[in-house]
């Protein structure tokens, strides 16, 4: 139980962070599971592995799921990460290398802004199975057919793939229950982060969001790009807004260069150790004693 971790999170969204750039082991799929677990391991939504950048940034940022399997972004680990890298460095700006491309995070005060890139919305970048000309509304729904209970989703990659549901109220639909229907359904070959959205004012959007791989998370990072990209290029909102999640909120931003701001805060919670081979783990505090 020798490999040094961080718990982490933003907006209590939470990731398990390993430094493999200092002899930190990524587990296998099946330890990430276990660790993943909220009753018996360390517990959190995503599993993220620092290592060294063959591009020359400060850091390579590798994302697994709860469930296991590898993904190319995430939003709220990415603050985490620049977080740790700006703390190492001493500079007020970092670079994460990922497999969605290279992102720029910089101090703003008491937050954390990351450059999260450009949104790709045409079908095949989302991806999606079926062409679709439209992507601010595809055909998509789940409930009867006369009378659906979601439908005409706005689909976009922000590193990942997104469906993002407008509502009227984003408590009034059981997410839990069509979160694993829609982000397994066969229009998204590579599975997707499902979203539903309340847009309350042009600069305030209130969302839920059911996640790829990891499922209902209290806080998406980006889920919130892909929700203010999308109601933005629907009419609904303004350029930039508050995104208001069950675990705080960010402020997204889409520039006129088309690349997307998203800022927030984030938590170091404890450190710890474990054992990457059998997923045994223990606080800091606790190895103290
Ligand atoms: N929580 C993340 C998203 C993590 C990856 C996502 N579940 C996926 O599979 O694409 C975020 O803050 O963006």
């Known amino acids: 139980m020798n490999t040094p971790f961080l718990k982490m999170n933003g907006l209590a969204n939470d990731f398990m962070v390993v430094d493999a750039r200092a002899g930190g082991v990524r587990p296998a799929p099946e330890?990430?599971?276990?660790?993943?677990?909220?009753?018996?391991?360390?517990?959190?939504?995503?599993?993220?592995t620092l290592e060294r950048s063959p591009s020359g940034a400060d850091v390579f940022m590798r994302i697994d799921n709860a469930d296991g399997g590898e993904v190319a972004a995430c939003g709220?680990?990415?603050?985490?990460?620049?977080?740790?890298?700006?703390?190492?460095?001493?500079?007020?700006?970092?670079?994460?290398?990922?497999?969605?491309?290279?992102?720029?995070?910089q101090r703003t005060s008491e937050t954390i802004s990351v450059?999260?890139?450009v949104p790709k919305f045409d079908w095949q970048s989302i991806p999606l199975a079926e062409e679709f000309h439209d992507t601010r509304a595809i055909e998509l729904q789940i409930g009867p057919v006369d009378a659906p209970v979601l439908h005409s989703p706005a689909v976009v990659n922000v590193g990942n793939p997104h469906a993002v549901f407008f509502v009227d109220d984003v408590d009034a639909h059981q997410i839990e229950r069509f979160g694993p229907l829609l982000e397994n359904h066969p229009i998204f070959p590579e599975r997707a982060n499902i979203s539903v959205a309340h847009v309350e004012t042009p600069n305030?959007?209130?969302?839920?969001?059911?996640?790829?791989?990891?499922?209902?998370?209290?806080?998406c990072g980006t889920g919130a790009?892909?929700?203010?990209?999308?109601?933005?290029?629907?009419?609904?909102?303004?350029?930039?807004?508050?995104?208001?999640?069950?675990?705080?909120?960010?402020?997204?931003?889409?520039?006129?260069?088309?690349?997307?701001w998203m800022t927030g805060p984030t938590e170091t919670e404890f450190a710890g150790t474990f054992d990457p081979e059998t997923g045994a783990w223990q606080r800091a505090e606790e190895a103290a004693e």
């Open 76 to 105: 709220n680990a990415t603050r985490c990460v620049a977080s740790l890298v700006m703390a190492e460095t001493g500079k007020p700006h970092a670079s994460i290398e990922t497999r969605a491309g290279l992102l720029l995070g």
């Open 204 to 219: 305030r959007i209130r969302i839920r969001t059911w996640e790829r791989g990891a499922g209902l998370t209290r806080a």
């Open 225 to 260: 790009c892909a929700t203010l990209v999308s109601a933005a290029r629907t009419g609904r909102s303004a350029r930039e807004a508050v995104i208001v999640m069950p675990g705080g909120e960010l402020t997204i931003r889409w520039d006129e260069r088309d690349h997307i």
């Open 115 to 117: 450059d999260m890139g």
């Open 31 to 48: 330890v990430i599971r276990q660790l993943a677990d909220r009753t018996t391991g360390v517990g959190f939504d995503q599993f993220i």
